[in-house]
């Protein structure tokens, strides 16, 4: 096991990979990382319009689904479907050593589905069912939509990633919503210990929204790049006292799992900062970063491993006071991100469609 990984582990995070391509599968990479102490990968419909049309890794396989007369959506699902089977079954080794707390694979509902609860619903059994792989995790937005349908599924037994969370409010809405299906799924007779679930926040897609704000403010504003990881430390404050309260030890003693944070968008968009600085920034027990290859490289190479989400509480505080005292809202900030996740995602979803529709078509007619 790489020497920063197991001190990671030592800490009580886990690293997942933010990014899945039939080249890791393949090549054995995944094997490698895995190996070296990686504990879990994601994927969203960006990585798989990227990893399909970047590269002829899928082209075999798509020619043959072509040729069977599937449609482009079919194919998409085939080719997906068949990566999230592989990575699962890579990753299968970490989920038995961990009794289950960590090894998954996470794959999305199509983002188009992000305001129908009912759609949501069945598209999640859908892929629990095709994926068949207990390490499997689907992703569902934290939208108001996507909130039943999350208590819906953990209350099946289910084991859920929810995505697109910015908000402390959401947080709010998502933790109850686990808490709510295991006491349901408790009441079916279900077993605890058997349901997984984390609640992604994406951090730097927040310094980026609120940087622009400020920079309109003043130049080299010292609030800049500090405003994502002080609403995570907020958050994990918010999870540990909705983990430690009397409802959830009543859970807890059945074998109920916390919901961990799970720290997303942890590459750094802005050059002048330290490629590190969402990894080692957000360190802390029961918790997961969820990393892109890029990061995870830098990470390993030049990275800090020491616990930091419970330290500078009263300075994070103090700079979302500053930022409200600035006149920046961040409550409509986050809401406007998620508005635009959803639709960022539902491009990339219709970019992939269109990528493989046309290579689809260029088999067809021969070429």
């Given at each position: 096991?790489?020497?920063?990984?197991?001190?990671?582990?030592?800490?009580?995070?886990?690293?997942?990979?933010?990014?899945?391509?039939?080249?890791?599968?393949?090549?054995?990479?995944?094997?490698?990382?895995?190996?070296?102490?990686?504990?879990?990968?994601?994927?969203?419909?960006?990585?798989?319009?990227?990893?399909?049309?970047?590269?002829?890794?899928?082209?075999?396989?798509?020619?043959?689904?072509?040729?069977?007369?599937?449609?482009?959506?079919?194919?998409?699902?085939?080719?997906?479907?068949?990566?999230?089977?592989?990575?699962?079954?890579?990753?299968?080794?970490?989920?038995?050593?961990?009794?289950?707390?960590?090894?998954?694979?996470?794959?999305?509902?199509?983002?188009?589905?992000?305001?129908?609860?009912?759609?949501?619903?069945?598209?999640?059994?859908?892929?629990?069912?095709?994926?068949?792989?207990?390490?499997?995790?689907?992703?569902?937005?934290?939208?108001?939509?996507?909130?039943?349908?999350?208590?819906?599924?953990?209350?099946?037994?289910?084991?859920?990633?929810?995505?697109?969370?910015?908000?402390?409010?959401?947080?709010?809405?998502?933790?109850?919503?686990?808490?709510?299906?295991?006491?349901?799924?408790?009441?079916?007779?279900?077993?605890?210990?058997?349901?997984?679930?984390?609640?992604?926040?994406?951090?730097?897609?927040?310094?980026?929204?609120?940087?622009?704000?400020?920079?309109?403010?003043?130049?080299?504003?010292?609030l800049r790049g500090t405003i994502g990881i002080a609403n995570a430390k907020m958050a994990y404050q918010l999870y540990k006292e909705r983990?430690?309260?009397?409802?959830?030890?009543?859970?807890?003693?059945?074998?109920?799992?916390?919901?961990?944070?799970?720290?997303?968008?942890?590459?750094?968009?802005?050059?002048?900062?330290p490629d590190t600085m969402y990894v080692d920034g957000l360190i802390g027990r029961n918790t997961v970063n969820t990393v892109p290859p890029?990061?995870?490289?830098?990470?390993?190479?030049?990275?800090?491993?020491?616990?930091?989400?419970?330290?500078?509480?009263?300075?994070?505080?103090?700079?979302?006071?500053?930022?409200?005292?600035?006149?920046?809202?961040?409550?409509?900030?986050?809401?406007?991100?998620?508005?635009?996740?959803?639709?960022?995602?539902?491009?990339?979803?219709?970019?992939?469609?269109?990528?493989?529709?046309?290579k689809r078509g260029q088999i067809v007619q021969g070429k």
């Amino acid at each position: 096991m790489h020497e920063k990984l197991k001190r990671l582990t030592d800490y009580g995070q886990s690293l997942w990979l933010d990014d899945l391509r039939r080249a890791y599968l393949d090549s054995g990479d995944l094997e490698r990382w895995v190996e070296m102490g990686l504990r879990g990968e994601t994927s969203n419909p960006s990585i798989f319009d990227e990893a399909i049309s970047e590269s002829d890794e899928y082209d075999d396989d798509l020619r043959k689904l072509a040729q069977e007369g599937l449609d482009a959506e079919a194919i998409v699902r085939e080719l997906m479907e068949a990566d999230i089977r592989g990575a699962a079954d890579v990753l299968r080794p970490v989920y038995d050593e961990t009794d289950g707390a960590d090894g998954y694979i996470s794959v999305e509902v199509s983002p188009h589905l992000a305001h129908d609860t009912e759609a949501t619903l069945e598209e999640a059994r859908r892929l629990f069912a095709a994926t068949d792989r207990p390490n499997v995790m689907v992703k569902i937005p934290a939208t108001d939509a996507g909130i039943p349908a999350i208590r819906e599924l953990i209350a099946e037994g289910r084991n859920i990633n929810i995505t697109l969370m910015f908000s402390l409010d959401q947080y709010e809405a998502v933790s109850g919503a686990y808490i709510s299906g295991l006491e349901r799924f408790s009441e079916r007779g279900g077993d605890l210990s058997q349901v997984a679930s984390v609640a992604s926040f994406f951090v730097s897609r927040i310094d980026v929204k609120v940087d622009a704000r400020l920079d309109e403010i003043a130049k080299n504003h010292p609030l800049r790049g500090t405003i994502g990881i002080a609403n995570a430390k907020m958050a994990y404050q918010l999870y540990k006292e909705r983990f430690e309260s009397p409802r959830w030890l009543h859970l807890s003693a059945a074998g109920g799992c916390p919901q961990r944070p799970l720290w997303a968008s942890t590459g750094v968009k802005d050059p002048t900062y330290p490629d590190t600085m969402y990894v080692d920034g957000l360190i802390g027990r029961n918790t997961v970063n969820t990393v892109p290859p890029k990061t995870f490289k830098a990470f390993l190479d030049h990275g800090t491993v020491q616990p930091m989400l419970d330290s500078g509480l009263d300075e994070a505080r103090g700079q979302l006071e500053m930022l409200a005292r600035a006149g920046i809202d961040l409550d409509e900030i986050t809401g406007m991100l998620i508005d635009e996740g959803v639709r960022k995602f539902a491009d990339s979803y219709d970019a992939l469609l269109e990528t493989v529709e046309a290579k689809r078509g260029q088999i067809v007619q021969g070429k």
